[in-house]
């Protein structure tokens, strides 16, 4: 499989695995920015952060998170992550459900002036 990649206000991700019901990426948040607080409808998460230091928000509760760290995402939970200033923060996510799509993001808040929805 080639790897698919995309970049965002806040980074970029690469799609290094994929099958029938799990995605697999590698996303960089870049030092000092956040993605939207957001949910999905038809997938979860999990989140392993391979380097970097920043704030993990699940459902309102904020996780800090290092190297090692880990956290489940279950689905229609509102979540985010940011990186500290000083050090792009990379983790890898593992996406499970029964549509997988970009389209499935629901924006809660974003800092980029992307919609809500």
């Avoid at 080639?2 to 980074?11: F, I, M, Y």
């Avoid at 391979?50 to 509102?78: C, F, K, M, Y």
């Amino acid at each position: 499989m080639a790897s698919q990649r995309d970049e965002r206000p806040w980074g970029d991700y690469d799609v290094v695995d994929q099958g029938d019901g799990y995605l697999v990426k590698r996303i960089t948040v870049r030092a000092g920015q956040r993605i939207s607080y957001q949910r999905h409808n038809s997938r979860a998460e999990h989140w392993f952060v391979v380097s970097g230091h920043g704030v993990a928000t699940i459902d309102g509760r904020e996780h800090p998170i290092a190297p090692g760290s880990t956290l489940d995402v279950p689905v229609r939970s509102a979540h985010r992550i940011a990186s500290e200033p000083g050090a792009d923060l990379v983790f890898i996510e593992v996406q499970t459900g029964d549509y997988l799509g970009e389209d499935d993001i629901v924006r809660l808040d974003d800092d980029y002036g992307r919609d809500l929805s």
